[in-house]
């Protein structure tokens, strides 16, 4: 099955500074991206999301890259602020499969300290 | 997301007692998710339904059952819970409109003890 790595576990920025994670996924096959974002008490939030035909996707601050050929795509935020502050998930959802049925990467905890 | 609610929203049981959990959504999919979070692990997949009458097994599904009892209602069932299924439980939507997206409620905080 699929398999998705998230990379760092932990990451810490001054506000203003930029913030990278990274995801690799094993399957080919694999076709859709999302992130979400999980603040303290309350479920993830889907916020932004690539499909395998589009190399990069940005939304105000926020963008995500794919490389298809080494399986990986990444997110990235600019100008971060105290309330980017939470826990990040990527995920990746096979080709054929239902939508909602993801396999996500194990979580980054994003803290912007002002 | 409150088109999506999950009760109850914290639960400590015992090892053995049966326990349910339930989702229900307002958005009008047509499949439903439950999905359980542990630290380190992120989010994996336990069951999921189509519809109504399609249930399917997720990658964690042992020692969980659930029930499909209309199409904005689903339900995960622990028959006899045990300690290691203490963690966050997490109920989604989706369907084909929502082009990939799932949507997830607040989460429940079981505790087995």
């Known amino acids: 099955g699929e398999n998705v790595e998230q990379h760092p576990s932990t990451l810490s920025v001054q506000e203003g500074d930029s913030a990278v994670i990274k995801c690799t996924y094993s399957?080919?096959?694999?076709?859709?991206f999302p992130w979400y974002k999980q603040e303290l008490g309350k479920g993830p939030q889907l916020i932004i999301d690539i499909r395998s035909n589009v190399g990069e996707k940005k939304d105000q601050r926020i963008a995500v890259t794919l490389n298809k050929t080494a399986k990986h795509f990444s997110l990235h935020i600019t100008e971060t602020q105290p309330e980017d502050s939470a826990v990040y998930f990527c995920a990746a959802r096979k080709r054929g499969t239902s939508y909602g049925k993801l396999t996500f990467g194990q979580g980054t905890i994003l803290t912007v300290h002002p | 997301d409150a088109d999506v609610t999950q009760t109850p929203r914290n639960r400590i049981t015992k090892t053995g007692k049966r326990i349910m959990l339930e989702c229900s959504q307002t958005k009008g999919h047509d499949r439903m998710y439950w999905y359980r979070q542990d630290p380190g692990l992120g989010l994996r997949l336990i069951y999921y339904s189509f519809d109504v009458k399609d249930i399917n097994k997720g990658e964690i599904s042992d020692g969980y059952s659930v029930s499909r009892q209309a199409q904005a209602k689903f339900s995960l069932s622990l028959e006899s819970a045990i300690p290691n299924q203490t963690a966050l439980y997490f109920c989604?939507?989706?369907?084909?409109?929502?082009?990939?997206?799932?949507?997830f409620g607040q989460g429940t905080r079981l505790t087995v003890v």
């Open positions: 399957d080919s096959a694999s076709n859709y």
């Open positions: 989604a939507t989706s369907s084909e409109a929502t082009g990939g997206a799932a949507f």
